[in-house]
């Protein structure tokens, strides 16, 4: 009977463990063979926080001084938080030297990935995978930022592209577009571009249904005018009878 009893109630915490395993897919174990993968950033940057978008993924460079921990999120489409899926991390300090993920400790809980760097001041780098042409950045700082698009594509337009929030400056240096914000206090940036081919064919479709609306429009004027004409003939063979 006691055996029994103890295997009912290591079910019924086998289930319970499961059930808030469900509850918490945000949760999990850190990967530190993504953390330790090597990539190359750009560390002379003017802006606080400098986000270049590659197409495949994008990097981000953050500038910190007093800062020992940075926690990671992404939003889900109800505004929920999660743990940002980042690789490649990396800090360098004021003199130039690059160390990393072996010299800071990285830890996921439901909402947040969190880093804590090797120093208080310096500049911290990581990677995160892309799908699409849009990103969408939870900010872990205030100050100002710069998103680097990728080469032949544009935001301009907004039947096609995106930005928030509003009131940044758009620049175009080596073929690419810069959107820059001085002050930015989100809590979050979104961005979503187009190739610029894709408006050359956005503008044909445009100007191919414009030329079918008035060659249509032009058409049913024909068939109303040439109704007009016959009823005023039919009116005036009434009349002669």
């Not at 460079?61 to 505004?79: I, K």
């Not at 996921?108 to 892309?130: I, K, M, W």
């Not at 959107?179 to 206090?185: E, I, V």
Request: glycine share 8%.
């Amino acid at each position: 009977m006691r055996r029994r009893f103890l295997a009912a109630a290591a079910l019924a915490l086998l289930l319970v463990t499961a059930g808030c395993s469900a509850l918490s897919p945000g949760g999990g174990e850190v990967d530190q063979a993504a953390l330790a993968e090597n990539a190359t950033y750009r560390w002379n940057t003017s802006a606080d926080v400098t986000i270049n978008v590659t197409g495949d993924y994008y990097k981000a460079v953050y500038r910190f001084e007093n800062r020992s921990t940075v926690g990671l999120s992404a939003f889900e489409r109800l505004s929920d938080r999660r743990p940002l899926d980042v690789s490649a991390i990396q800090f360098r300090y004021p003199n130039g030297t690059v160390v990393n993920a072996s010299a800071m400790t990285t830890e996921r809980n439901e909402t947040h990935t969190t880093v804590t760097l090797p120093a208080e001041e310096g500049q911290f780098a990581y990677r995160v995978p892309q799908r699409g042409k849009e990103i969408y950045v939870a900010t872990a700082a205030t100050g100002s930022y710069e998103v680097v698009l990728p080469p032949r594509t544009d935001v301009r337009y907004p039947l096609l592209g995106r930005v928030s929030p509003g009131g940044y400056e758009r620049t175009v240096e080596d073929g690419r577009v810069h959107l820059r914000w001085d002050d930015l206090t989100d809590d979050r940036l979104s961005v979503q571009y187009y190739l610029v081919r894709d408006l050359w064919i956005f503008g044909g479709m445009l100007l191919v249904g414009i030329v079918a609306a008035v060659l249509g429009l032009a058409y049913m004027w024909v068939q109303l005018r040439g109704i007009a004409e016959r009823r005023k003939i039919v009116d005036i063979e009434e009349r002669d009878r």
